[in-house]
């Protein structure tokens, strides 16, 4: 039994998770953002397009 207590190898694989775990919730908190800013530029390039400038 203690050397079942004593056993990290599992840590490494959780750490890993909540690192995961967040960077996806900074991603879904981001998009938003990221689609608008996206949007508004390919509206600009298509803008220039179709005027020719």
Do not use: C, Q, W
């Amino acid at each position: 039994m203690n050397k079942f207590l004593r056993d990290d190898h599992g840590a490494t694989a959780i750490e890993y998770g909540l690192i995961a775990a967040a960077m996806g919730l900074a991603l879904v908190t981001a998009m938003p953002s990221l689609k608008n800013a996206i949007k508004t530029k390919f509206s600009s390039i298509g803008g220039h397009i179709t005027s020719g400038t």
